[in-house]
T-cell receptor, first 116, second 116 residues
Framework: EDKVVQSPLSLVVHEGDTVTLNCSYEVTNFRSLLWYKQEKKAPTFLFMLTSSGIEKKSGRLSSILDKKELSSILNITATQTGDSAIYLC????????????????FGQGTILTVHP | DTGVSQDPRHKITKRGQNVTFRCDPISEHNRLYWYRQTLGQGPEFLTY????????KSRLLSDRFSAERPKGSFSTLEIQRTEQGDSAMYLC??????????????FGPGTRLTVT
């Protein structure tokens, strides 16, 4: 059964700090890893990492996929109070034949709290 | 608004009653997914459709749960004889069919179900 583990489960920082969130996975026929941000509503898409795209960056957020270590990190620099949210990591597996399996397996999430 | 929409946003029902939720995906997306999220956990996969075909169902989906996507557009999720353990946020997501560009899943706002 596919498994995703995130750490830490919660993190409290002050504005301006840099944080690193971790995600490790065990999945058969890995296809992609996705990061989502969830505030008091549905998850919003941040990044997708695949074998052909192991590093992504958008503004203060960046993410790296380490396929050898079966893990990913999400970095947030110069944190702001608006970054306070639950950050979810999910993996997608590949069916035989290479097409997408479809379902995402999510980790438990990391609750990030940024104080002013 | 061209995102994923769900209706209702909140539902309170008594144990034993039946409930039905609706999801309207992003119009050009072939795939539609249902997830369930309880407090402190990441979303858990329930089922997904490609067009009108239901391609996968989780073991979590007991025989009290049924999902349909009759015309390959909107989908409904019905829970019969609700139990208190069904209380959760029910999330719908959609994505393009793999091979049609990016395939990340975009989530709707969710339906929060409370069974009393």
């Amino acid at each position: 059964e596919d498994k995703v583990v995130q750490s830490p489960l919660s993190l409290v920082v002050h504005e301006g700090d840099t944080v690193t969130l971790n995600c490790s996975y065990e999945v058969t026929n890995f296809r992609s890893l996705l990061w989502y941000k969830q505030e008091k509503k549905a998850p919003t898409f941040l990044f997708m990492l695949t074998s052909s795209g192991i590093e992504k960056k958008s503004g203060r957020l960046s993410s790296i996929l380490d396929k050898k270590e079966l893990s990913s990190i999400l970095n947030i620099t110069a944190t702001q109070t608006g970054d306070s949210a639950i950050y979810l990591c999910a993996v997608e597996a590949r069916r035989a034949g290479g097409t997408s399996y479809g379902k995402l397996t999510f980790g438990q999430g990391t609750i990030l709290t940024v104080h002013p | 608004d061209t995102g994923v929409s769900q209706d209702p946003r909140h539902k309170i029902t008594k144990r034993g009653q039946n409930v039905t939720f609706r999801c309207d995906p992003i119009s050009e997306h072939n795939r539609l997914y249902w997830y369930r999220q309880t407090l402190g956990q990441g979303p858990e996969f329930l089922t997904y459709f490609q067009n009108e075909a239901q391609l996968e169902k989780s073991r979590l989906l007991s025989d009290r749960f049924s999902a349909e996507r009759p015309k390959g557009s909107f989908s409904t999720l019905e829970i019969q004889r609700t139990e208190q353990g069904d209380s959760a946020m029910y999330l719908c997501a959609s994505s393009p069919q793999p091979g049609q560009g990016t395939f990340e899943q975009y989530f709707g706002p969710g339906t929060r179900l409370t069974v009393t």
